[in-house]
Each structure stands twice: as C-alpha cells, then as structure tokens.
C-alpha cells in the first residue's frame, strides 16, 4: 500500500517537474551580458521575482524526484 502511495507521488512530481522546467525561460545572456545589462534591479533581485520562485521549486522538486526514486529502486516494500 505505501509502495502504491509513493508511486503516485513520484508521478505527480515528475509531471509537476516536467510543467515547471517548460514553464522557465531559457538562460541565453545575449548582448545584455556583456553591457552588464545583468546588475539591474531585475538581475539583483531575480529570487523574488515569479522566475526565481520557478527555479527554486524545481530545485525542491528535482531533490524529491532524486530521493524517492532512490527509495523505490530499493525494494524494501
């Protein structure tokens, strides 16, 4: 049954990680980064802005996926 429970969980994960690496914008610098266009307001506070919070969800998410796949590949249920 825990076994079942866990499943679940890691699919829901993998869709919910799926959804939020596609949702992110793509990390290409461009000609900003050589104008240091980069130490703006938006580049300084990029963690509160909805694309810092993205980032830091997948992360959370990605550690979740690596561990319960882990716990799953080691047949203990």
Same mark, same amino acid.
């Given at each position: 049954?825990?076994?079942?429970?866990?499943?679940?969980?890691?699919?829901?994960?993998?869709?919910?990680?799926?959804?939020?690496?596609?949702?992110?914008?793509?990390?290409?610098?461009?000609?900003? =980064?050589?104008?240091? =266009? =980069?130490?703006?307001?938006?580049?300084?506070?990029?963690?509160? @802005?909805?694309?810092?919070?993205?980032?830091?969800?997948?992360?959370?998410? =990605?550690?979740?996926?690596?561990?319960? @796949?882990?716990?799953?590949?080691?047949?203990?249920?």
């Amino acid at each position: 049954m825990i076994k079942i429970i866990i499943q679940i969980v890691f699919i829901i994960i993998c869709i919910a990680l799926t959804a939020l690496v596609l949702l992110q914008e793509g990390k290409q610098a461009g000609l900003g =980064a050589i104008s240091g =266009a =980069a130490e703006t307001y938006w580049g300084k506070n990029k963690g509160r @802005s909805m694309e810092g919070k993205l980032v830091k969800i997948t992360k959370w998410l =990605a550690i979740l996926f690596m561990v319960l @796949s882990i716990v799953l590949n080691l047949n203990i249920f």
